[in-house]
């Protein structure tokens, strides 16, 4: 069965930086485009950046660019994003998620990881 | 594109029929997907090209709509589908995904 397993989340400052990994197993994934979608606390969900298959395109939600980054590796199954210049806005829980097609609907997700920015 | 739901809270009795609502401020064809959340749970896909079900989910779930309009039903309520509903174009390109704020299905 596909696995997607978030790490890295944590508890960090306003403006500062963290890094998100998601482990993919039980896929081929360089078939997919990956995906990460955010949730903060009590609210509905919000699309957060896109990764092509081989990495050539990358396309984040508006609030993030310039300060996320997203990449994989796929030698070793893994999905990234690269948080900086954090803002209390910024709290949510990550999910990795598999995109199904270019534009995309999301067919399995990650069990998320928390992201708190607090002083 | 924004998405709105409606209701934001729908109340209904195990075994009753329940229809949430999606409308997109501008045309998304069939490119609207349905996902499911449970307290303290990632989303689970439930349909994608606005009617089709994803691989294992019940026939009490069915989605109908193009264009704006959209409504998901499930047709007889199981204890199990007590959860929050949402919806998601995937139209746009460069992409742009975006949710609706949620309809929260509870017991009444």
């Known amino acids: 069965e596909v696995q997607l397993v978030e790490s890295g989340g944590g508890l960090v400052q306003p403006g500062g930086s963290l890094r998100l990994s998601c482990a993919a197993s039980?896929?081929?994934?360089?078939?997919?485009?990956m995906t990460w979608v955010r949730q903060a606390p009590g609210k509905g969900l919000e699309w957060v950046a896109n990764?092509?298959?081989?990495?050539?395109?990358?396309y984040y939600v508006d609030s993030v660019k310039g300060r996320f980054s997203i990449s994989r590796d796929n030698a070793n199954n893994s999905l990234y994003l690269q948080m900086n210049s954090l803002r209390a806005e910024d709290t949510a829980v990550y999910y990795c998620?598999?995109?199904?097609?270019?534009?995309?609907?999301?067919?399995?997700w990650g069990q998320g990881a928390l992201v708190s920015v607090s002083s | 594109i924004v998405m709105t739901q409606s209701p934001a809270t729908l109340s209904v009795s195990p075994g009753e029929r329940a229809t949430l609502s999606c409308r997109a401020s501008q045309g998304v064809s069939s490119n609207l997907a349905w996902y499911q959340q449970k307290p303290g749970q990632a989303p689970r896909l439930l349909i994608y090209?606005?009617?089709t079900r994803d691989t294992g989910v019940p026939a009490r779930f069915s989605g109908r709509g193009s264009g704006t309009e959209f409504t998901l039903t499930i047709s007889s309520l199981q204890s199990e589908d007590f959860a929050v509903y949402y919806c998601q174009q995937y139209n746009n390109w460069p992409p742009e995904f975006t949710f609706g704020g949620g309809t929260k299905v509870e017991i009444k």
């Open positions: 998620a598999r995109a199904v097609g270019r534009i995309a609907f999301f067919d399995y």
């Open positions: 990764i092509k298959q081989d990495g050539s395109e990358k």
């Open positions: 039980e896929f081929t994934f360089t078939a997919y485009w």
């Open positions: 090209g606005a009617s």
